[in-house]
């Protein structure tokens, strides 16, 4: 109990630190585009601003949720990925639907690295992929489970030359197989598939 009681306050400052240092600095940078922007007459460098805005804004969600996630593990993942969808929809030009059901038997830590793979592959599309749409869904079967998320960006995951897109992907594999499961792209028809796959055997 003593070791657990400790873990919760050691979690509990790292939030208040990274909200008081790193987020706020963040917050200050955005404003600090906001006012550039407004000030910059149309054209390539107001253009290149609004790009760094978008980017400073998920950044800035990225941020609030691990906060959050410092702060409260109990969130079902449903809960995490709709916040996460909310805050994008709201701050970015690109359209996201999530109609994923709350399917996915894991205990709270489990839950917390599955919403992070999700999340990287969103952050991924949002940051590279140039798409426009993300569908996010997810069905149970007699043997999985899976979510699936779908975009209609180029194919930056095959044909990167920079191997940082490579390393995200990895890193997703990473958190999935620690859960006991694995994760598949696949491009048909000008859409970009990602296929988070759980046993349940």
């Known amino acids: ?6 873990e919760a306050v050691e ?17 200050a940078l955005g ?10 007459p149309i054209g390539a460098s107001r253009s290149s601003l609004l790009e760094i805005r978008s980017k400073l804004s998920l950044l ?9 996630l410092l702060r409260d593990e109990e969130r079902s993942f449903v809960e995490m990925l709709d916040g996460f969808v ?28 599955l919403f992070r793979a999700a999340r990287e592959i969103l ?23 899976e979510l699936a998320i779908t975009d209609d960006g180029n194919d930056y995951l095959i044909s990167a030359i920079e191997p940082i897109h ?8 990473e958190r999935v197989e620690s859960l006991g ?5 696949s491009r048909e028809n000008s859409l970009n598939y990602y296929r988070i796959s759980l046993s349940l055997c």
């Open 11 to 27: 979690r509990l400052k790292v939030a208040r630190d990274l909200h008081d240092t790193l987020a706020q600095e963040i917050a």
């Open 60 to 68: 800035s969600t990225t941020l609030r949720d691990e906060i959050a």
């Open 86 to 113: 909310r805050e994008v929809n709201g701050t970015s030009g690109i359209s996201i639907t999530n109609t994923a059901a709350d399917c996915f038997a894991l205990a709270p830590t489990e839950t917390v690295e």
């Open 166 to 173: 490579h390393f995200g992907a990895q890193g997703v594999r």
């Open 123 to 145: 952050t991924n599309i949002l940051t590279h992929s140039g798409a426009t749409s993300i569908t996010i869904s997810s069905r149970t079967t007699s043997t999985e489970q």
């Open 31 to 40: 404003f600090t585009c906001d006012e550039a922007i407004a000030l910059e």
């Open 1 to 6: 109990m003593k070791s657990s009681t400790s």
């Open 181 to 185: 499961g694995t994760m598949d792209y």
